[in-house]
């Protein structure tokens, strides 16, 4: 499998159709949307960042029933942004358009001010650095209306990982870099997980009045880890500290996380039955431009 290859064939559409994942965002946007508004206005413009191949988009369009409505996917993926194109069209007075992005630069792409809501779902910490974060949040400012309102979850921050599961998730990276026959390089770059608290402070600088921080546990099963693990991004965060990870194929590691992932749930169904090892806490933001 050469490269282009990978990048088809790992991405997030097979973990976006597990029904812990699709329930915890369509439940996040149950809270969140603002459908009277929208039946009262003459259509509101929403902005789902980060769109990767759809499924945010996809619950929008389903909640807005064809009343008159724009949504704007945008990702940088162009493999994620053809999958979704595919998968999600306007209906009714329902506008759907999908763009290749990166959140930092949406001033490029759309009207300064002119979004009323932006969603941005399970993807802010895949944004390397706290500049581009930054950049990001005050690029979704830039474009949303004088108190509009941005929705953010993330499972990965400090709370997302639960006390009674946080070793599983070592012991996944451990299994995984033993199948490979690799350790730990030291002096590479770790995948940075940042507090509920840096993402308050950031989401504040960057111009938003922080309304609303919601907490859900999420029971993630075995057959949603084993698609997580042929997600490239995920996989890539696994071991981007394991040395020399570049000899190995996305697919190899791929194949590394789901003998853990398997390993992991085999021990612990015969020691601690009723355990499911791999929860996480989604951490929901609720905001509004100040």
């Known amino acids: 499998m050469n490269i282009s290859e990978e990048r088809l064939y790992f991405n997030f559409d097979l973990f976006s159709q597990q029904e812990e994942y699709y329930n915890v965002n369509l439940q996040f946007i149950d809270r969140t949307l ?11 413009t929403i902005v789902d960042v980060a769109c990767g191949t759809g499924l945010i988009t996809s619950i929008l369009l389903e909640k807005l029933q064809g009343k008159r409505c724009k949504i704007i996917g945008v990702d940088p993926n162009p493999a994620a942004i053809k999958i979704a194109s595919d998968k999600v069209k306007s ?11 990166f959140a930092q630069d949406l001033l490029n ?9 932006v969603y941005f779902c399970n993807a802010i910490h895949e944004i390397p650095s706290d500049k581009a974060k930054m ?3 005050k690029a979704i400012a830039g474009i949303l209306k004088a108190n509009g309102k941005l929705f953010i979850n993330s499972t990965f ?3 997302s990982y639960t006390p009674d599961t946080l070793k599983f998730w070592g012991m996944l990276k451990l299994i995984a870099f033993q199948t490979l026959g690799g350790k730990r390089d030291k002096n590479a770059p770790s995948f ?8 308050k402070e950031k989401l504040t600088n960057a111009g938003f009045i922080v309304n609303e921080i919601n907490t859900v546990r999420v029971e993630l099963s075995e057959r949603a880890m084993l698609a997580i693990c042929e997600y490239d991004a995920f996989v890539k965060g696994v ?27 085999a021990q612990v169904q015969e020691k601690s039955p009723g355990l499911n090892p791999f929860a996480r806490n989604w951490i929901e933001f609720s905001c509004e431009k100040a």
């Open 34 to 44: 603002p459908v009277g508004k929208i039946l009262s206005s003459n259509g509101l």
């Open 157 to 159: 921050t400090k709370e």
């Open 91 to 101: 209906t009714g007075e329902t506008e759907v358009e999908f763009h290749e992005c």
């Open 239 to 265: 071991f981007i500290d394991m040395e020399n990870s570049d000899d190995f194929t996305l697919k190899q590691k791929s194949d590394a996380l789901k003998l853990a992932v398997r390993t992991i749930i």
């Open 109 to 117: 792409l759309i009207t300064p001010q002119s979004v009323d809501v």
């Open 192 to 199: 940075e997980i940042l507090s509920i608290d840096d993402y």
């Open 135 to 137: 950049d990001a949040l």
